[in-house]
């Protein structure tokens, strides 16, 4: 149980998500900080011309992003849509039509939160590139626990394969 089921935003712990040019961000997960277990909370800190995550959709997952500041762009499914501060922008499961990604397309930073459900398994797929995750218990936060497979479709095992 946490010491209390409050943070300010401005005390939520960041870590840096850097990978390549494409993306710079700042994320903090603070759901379990304040004794959520049902739902996932995050705080995403986007550098000008980055994102902080890949285009994915979710199979078992719902989010809602809130623009807290700053501008981009929601890429979702096959459409973008310009957002600002005060846009709430829905994610909800499904295929690649509701895979989904914020852009920051301004000069300062983008900083949002995304509020989700948590399910123990899941599976998401990455239109973009082409691949597929499946987690199962895994542990987010620490990168820890759990399954997590990161691949692409091609050769699928028979059931008994090995048995």
């Known amino acids: 149980m946490p010491d209390k ?12 998500n850097v990978h390549g040019d494409r993306f710079a961000a700042k994320v903090g997960s603070f759901g379990r900080l304040i004794g959520s277990t049902g739902l996932g909370a995050m705080l ?5 011309g980055k994102r902080a995550f890949p285009f994915h959709n979710h ?3 719902d989010e809602v992003f809130f623009i807290l500041e700053g501008e981009g762009e929601y890429r979702f499914g096959d459409n973008s849509y310009p957002v600002r501060a005060g846009d709430l ?19 300062s930073p ?3 939160l995304g509020i989700s459900t948590s399910v ?3 599976v998401v ?7 597929f995750g499946v987690t199962s218990r895994y542990d987010w936060a620490t990168g820890k626990g759990g399954v997590r497979y990161i691949g692409r479709a091609g050769e699928s095992l028979d059931y ?3 048995e």
Do not use: F, M
């Open 5 to 16: 089921p409050v943070i300010n935003v401005a005390d939520v712990p960041l870590r840096d």
């Open 44 to 48: 995403h800190v986007v550098e000008p």
């Open 59 to 61: 199979h078992n997952i």
């Open 89 to 107: 922008c829905a994610a909800p499961s499904g295929g690649p039509e509701t895979a989904h990604q914020l852009v920051n397309t301004g000069t």
């Open 110 to 112: 983008l900083k949002y």
């Open 120 to 122: 123990a398994s899941e």
């Open 125 to 131: 797929e990455y239109p973009d590139s082409g691949k």
């Open 160 to 162: 008994w394969d090995g």
